[in-house]
């Protein structure tokens, strides 16, 4: 939803302005062809909707690096499943970047701000538009003119009936003022402009967030008036009299203090000084050479085809770049994959990727290199899935599948992102793991993560102070993590044990700037509290400070039980200011279909 409205945004503005530099290189002055044009560009704007969504496209490069990419480029490969023969311990300065909602709550507000001004307008269009049909109807026809004691000034309404309407007095104008009327108001009728000004309250409705919309009812109501003056001095009318005409149907409409308000066109009009002036001095052009009219058609219609049909893609290069400029393959050139014989240290990671800031990695070059690590840590990895959706692959998966640790050394052509070595990596499971899966969208029972009192967070939770600076987890000595002022970590940058104020075995964690979403991934990991639902965050809160000291519900060798100490739960609202609430959400559930062990190199 959001790209649909930031690409009919994006067009209508490149529409709109290209059409208007078009008119002025070309020194297009005359309002009957100004009209033509704008009313064209009218029609492409109520079409954008349709065409964006459901028309045929070609590659136009005008949007900013998707945002979706930026984040995936953030997701570490790890082995964070607790298995069978390795406890659910919290390994210091360990954290995972959060499961993203499946609806944003921007994009639900944003739709319904939407449809609030979409309504409101509609509404008035369509009340205008009775009223209109009213005024036809309660109309008085003689002597072949219809006339109206509610109209201070001629109109002329009807979309696809156009009707002209005068006031009662108009028997008492002179002949030259009646026929000047008329032929103002005879002209709107031959041109149908009632209809296209109905169209351009309908684009304002539809459009009413972009100011193009509102600029071109204005525009297309002045240029119609204007067309319509031209064509009464034409015809061979005085300029003096028709200008007086104007001049005394603006006076009416002051004397009655009101126009009447209906979807039609009325004498005055808009920009009354202006029109009496170029009447007066004879300024309006009224014809236009045919090449600069071929020279203006091939244009705008080159430009808005260029605008409608053209596909807004990111500038930076796409999965379809990369894949063309590796023969369209999307996997490793060569590939080894090895179980690894080592039974020590099952936490190991011996990869060329460098790993920064946050867990994640810059991949360099086209080569894979990890050791060490189960199917189901490479799984999760090659599908992106969360700590949820890896728990349930696992639950489906074969024992040897959590046990058996694998080394994969792999290279691929060009210099592939993150997201290619995760497609190059599904392609590697498939062939080697036989490794099918597929994903089913299910609403399910999830936790919410909120601020219990809004506003107000917990004494042990605050937003990240920069005032204290940071050291490196290698800076800690390998030892109990040091603290600073609060009892916080001195370490940034992840989640850390920290020594237990009671002296019992309690667990006790905190972290520095950090994203609220750690803690949300570290309850999914069964490792805070025994949970099987899915938790999201909807906190609103960014990078955080926190401490929190509670008695496990999962034991481990490092903290037990402790019948006097808070649960997870209570700490969480007592000391971080925070609760879990249970609601429902759809969630995306992974389905193993097959899977076999590994054939040899």
């Known amino acids: 939803m959001t790209r649909l409205f930031l690409e009919c945004t994006i067009r209508a503005a490149l529409i709109v302005a290209g059409t208007a530099f078009v008119l002025y290189a070309l020194r297009v002055k005359v309002a009957a062809v100004k009209h033509r044009v704008w009313t064209g560009v009218l029609l492409l704007m109520l079409a954008l909707p349709l065409w964006t969504a459901w028309g045929p496209k070609a590659q136009f490069h005008l949007l900013p690096a998707s945002v979706e990419r930026a984040v995936t480029e953030t997701a570490p490969l790890t082995s964070s499943i607790p298995t069978n023969d390795t406890p659910a311990t919290l390994p210091p300065g360990e954290h995972r970047p959060a499961a993203q909602p499946m609806f944003s709550t921007f994009e639900e507000a944003l739709l319904g701000l939407y449809l609030f001004g979409v309504s409101v307008l509609l509404v008035r269009l369509a009340i205008g538009t009775a009223k209109a049909s009213r005024l036809v109807r309660e109309s008085v026809e003689s002597d072949g003119i219809r006339t109206n004691a509610r109209c201070a000034a001629p109109v002329t309404v009807g979309c696809l009936r156009p009707t002209v309407i005068l006031p009662e007095g108009w028997r008492e104008w002179r002949k030259e003022q009646l026929e000047t009327v008329l032929a103002h108001e005879r002209e709107h009728v031959r041109r149908r402009d009632p209809l296209v000004q109905w169209l351009t309250l309908l684009n304002r409705a539809i459009f009413w967030f972009h100011p193009a919309a509102w600029w071109l009812e204005r525009e297309l109501s002045a240029l119609a008036e204007e067309s319509c003056d031209a064509a009464v001095i034409a015809q061979g ?133 990890a050791a060490d690590f189960p199917l189901i840590a490479y799984t999760g990895f090659a599908f992106k899935l969360t700590i949820e959706q890896q728990l349930s692959v696992q639950s489906q998966l074969p024992k040897w599948a959590a046990t058996d640790r694998y080394d994969i050394e792999a290279r691929g052509a060009g210099n592939p992102t993150k997201d ?74 992840g989640i850390v044990g920290l020594p237990s104020t009671t002296g019992g075995r309690i667990l006790r ?93």
């Not at 042990?460 to 987890?473: E, N």
């Not at 993590?481 to 970590?489: K, R």
């Not at 570290?522 to 990078?543: F, H």
């Open 237 to 369: 009318h005085d300029p003096r009299d028709y200008a007086e005409a104007l001049m005394n149907m603006a006076r009416a409409v002051m004397k009655s203090g009101s126009r009447v308000n209906l979807i039609s066109m009325a004498m005055p009009g808009p920009c009354l000084p202006e029109r009496i002036r170029t009447i007066i001095e004879k300024r309006s052009i009224s014809r236009i050479s045919r090449t600069r009219i071929a020279c203006l058609t091939v244009a705008c219609i080159t430009l808005c085809s260029t605008f409608v049909a053209g596909m807004l893609t990111s500038a930076q290069s796409s999965d379809e770049d990369w894949e063309k400029a590796a023969g369209g393959k999307t996997s490793f050139d060569v590939a080894s994959v090895k179980q690894n014989p080592v039974t020590g240290n099952r936490d190991a990671v011996h990869s060329n990727i460098p790993l920064d800031e946050g867990d994640g990695f810059s991949p360099t070059g086209g080569l894979f290199s």
């Open 420 to 493: 290619q070595f995760r497609l190059m990596m599904q392609a590697l499971l498939a062939d080697r793991f036989k490794l099918a899966v597929h994903f089913e969208n299910r609403k399910s029972p999830i936790l919410a993560l909120v601020v219990d009192k809004p506003g107000t967070l917990g004494p042990q939770l605050r937003q990240h102070a920069t005032d204290v600076p940071c050291v490196s987890a290698t800076a800690s000595g390998g030892g109990p993590a040091a603290t600073v002022a609060g009892g916080f970590p001195q370490e940034c940058g």
């Open 509 to 601: 964690i905190g972290a520095r700037d950090v994203p609220i979403t750690a803690l949300t991934d570290l309850v999914s990991g069964k490792r805070l509290m025994s949970s099987d639902k899915p938790i999201v965050d909807r906190t609103g809160l960014g990078k955080v400070d926190f401490v929190i000291e509670f008695s496990p519900e999962v034991p481990s060798a490092d903290s037990e039980a402790d019948p006097n100490g808070p649960t997870f739960l209570e700490a969480l609202k007592n000391q971080l200011g925070l609760r879990m609430d249970s609601t429902t959400a759809p969630v995306d559930f992974v389905v193993v279909d097959h899977v076999e062990e590994p054939t040899a190199n």
